[in-house]
């Protein structure tokens, strides 16, 4: 049987609600600012939150063979991120966030084709019903048929935005239980969003974009809670990896992800609530453990 510390327990949760709360300010952020300019702002401010938790944590630690993978991860958080926001921009929350439960299918589907990692049945059946959930969740209330979902999807650029953050995502989360091996939580988290904001801040000046920054104050107050809430998530989800197993976390993560999604879709955003949506997000939110998780009987 699967057995989870309380602090690992506490962190994770901890983490999964910074998260959602984290999509949820983005998702108003991005209605007033670019995407490109909103990512910025949102690394950035990070750095002090995550430079203060390494300092007051005196938990400085660097392997020379860190910056192979720290860069890669990087890499492929700055494009996760953005295309991320460009997915909230362009599309509902509750229609984009659950397209991210296709991490964990793609990640067993790539490791059953290139690695030969053939899947468990359990992992089967999970990746079965996140298909058939995801479907049910784009199959229109007016159009019945399976045609219209795969039309649907395909129309609709948050869904292929998100999709690409899945394929990105489905790889950060080994390369960040990889990289805090030859670091610490803390440095790893601090050296990340310094590279990102890095990143940015020259993208920004070679394209001549520094202008778009002052529109920030058009929704100053969520893009901080959005960088706050993120910094806070990022934080705990390190150390939780630490004490459990990365399907824990990304299995609890991704469920409460999925149903926070639906309802502050609901509740703050006024999104429809449909049949359709919230079947889709309920097998979703059973099939993900499923694929991730270790046999559970």
């Known amino acids: 049987m699967l057995a989870v510390s309380i602090p ?8 999964a609600i910074a998260f959602a709360a984290s999509d949820y300010y983005r998702k108003v952020a991005s209605a007033s600012i670019q995407s490109t300019t909103l990512l910025t702002v949102f690394v950035v401010g990070q750095v002090p939150l995550l430079g203060a938790w390494m300092v007051v944590t005196d938990s400085f630690s660097l392997n020379t063979e860190y910056w192979p993978i720290g860069l890669a991860t990087a890499l492929t958080s700055l494009f996760a991120n953005l295309f991320f926001i460009m997915a909230l921009r362009a599309s509902s929350l509750s229609l984009t966030v659950p397209v991210l439960a296709l991490a964990p299918v793609l990640t067993t589907v790539f490791g059953a084709v290139a690695l030969n990692e053939i899947p468990s049945n359990q992992q089967i059946m999970g990746i079965l019903v996140s298909v058939i959930g995801l479907m049910w969740l784009y199959l229109p209330e007016d159009n019945p048929r399976i045609v219209a979902v795969f039309k649907r999807f395909a129309t609709d650029k948050g869904a292929r935005y998100m999709l690409a953050v899945a394929l990105l995502w489905s790889a950060t989360a080994p390369l960040d239980k990889t990289s805090v091996q030859m670091s610490s939580p803390a440095t790893h988290a601090f050296i990340q969003v310094c590279l990102i904001s890095a990143t940015m801040i020259v993208y920004l000046f070679m394209f001549r974009k520094t202008a778009s920054v002052v529109t920030i104050r058009d929704a100053a107050t969520p893009a901080a809670l959005a960088s706050l809430s993120a910094g806070i998530a990022y934080g705990c989800q390190l150390v939780a990896y630490q004490l459990t197993l990365i399907g824990v976390v990304e299995s ?21 609530m449909t049949k359709h949506k ?5 097998l979703l939110a059973v099939g993900v453990p499923l694929i991730i998780l270790p046999p559970l009987l």
């Open 252 to 272: 609890l993560k991704r469920v409460i992800g999925l149903l926070s999604a639906l309802i502050l879709g609901r509740i703050l955003l006024n999104e429809p």
């Open 278 to 282: 919230l079947v889709g997000i309920l």
């Open 8 to 15: 690992a327990l506490a962190l994770t949760l901890a983490c």
